[in-house]
């Protein structure tokens, strides 16, 4: 059962466009959300979160949106640049109220991101 | 901030043997650590949470005697595969919980091949 899912196994866009990776979610206790980006052989980068009070979170040129009716989250970067060309995870966790946030992740199969000069 | 290592980055070894991997915390302490693998293109898979001074918590599949996990100090996590065979060969990686701060630091995860 894959509580978390990244649909889309690739994506290409050109340098300085935005990139839209997106995220769906089935388990309604999930109550915080994380983008990770990840190279090859290496562990997952942190990129960006978001609680479930909110539903926006920008941090740079990354910006998260949750639809929690929807159970969709999506990672806008923009501008894209090269150097963004890596597999996206999305995580999810639930912490239940008053929680803090550092539960068990489950993990999305996570988007290849391509981003061409 | 927020730097957790993994040791070794690789290991090879024979059927049979055990081999043991470190994960550790830098520069804070963590009372959880979290151990996931990760099987050619496919997503991290949750295998157990490291707490600080009490047995670990393994996730649904994963066998405890098999995988055995050490949370010795609140800096350092050991993994260890007992009696490795071909099927155990992936990308393990780890995390740490910064306290406060609500999110997991991976390390750079240690790739294992049982031959």
């Known amino acids: 059962d894959q509580q978390v899912k990244q649909n889309s196994p690739s994506l290409s866009v050109q340098e300085g466009r935005i990139s839209i990776l997106n995220c769906d979610y089935t388990n309604s206790m999930f109550d915080y959300f994380l983008w990770y980006k990840k190279y090859p052989a290496e562990g997952p980068t942190f990129l960006i979160s978001i609680s479930s009070i909110k539903d926006k979170n920008e941090d740079g040129r990354f910006t998260v949106f949750l639809n929690k009716s929807a159970k969709h989250l999506s990672l806008h970067i923009v501008p894209s640049q090269p150097g963004d060309s890596a597999v996206y995870f999305c995580a999810a966790s639930a912490h239940g109220a008053g929680g803090t946030s550092y539960g068990k992740l489950t993990f999305g199969q996570g988007t290849i991101l391509t981003v061409h000069p | 901030g927020a730097v957790v290592s993994q040791h070794p980055s690789w290991v090879i070894c024979k059927s049979g043997t055990s081999v043991k991997i470190e994960c550790r915390s830098l520069?804070?302490?963590?009372?959880?650590m979290f151990w996931y693998r990760q099987f050619p293109k496919q997503s991290l898979m949750l295998m157990a949470t490291?707490?600080?001074?009490?047995?670990?918590?393994?996730e649904q599949g994963v066998e405890k005697d098999k995988f055995l996990i050490n949370h010795a100090s609140l800096t350092l996590s050991t993994l260890t595969v007992t009696s490795a065979h071909p099927e155990d060969s992936s990308f393990y990686i780890c995390?740490?919980?910064?306290?406060?701060?609500?999110?997991?630091?991976f390390g750079p995860g240690t790739r294992l091949t049982v031959l």
């Open positions: 995390s740490a919980v910064l306290a406060g701060a609500g999110t997991q630091y």
């Open positions: 490291s707490n600080e001074g009490s047995k670990a918590t393994y």
């Open positions: 520069d804070f302490q963590a009372t959880t």
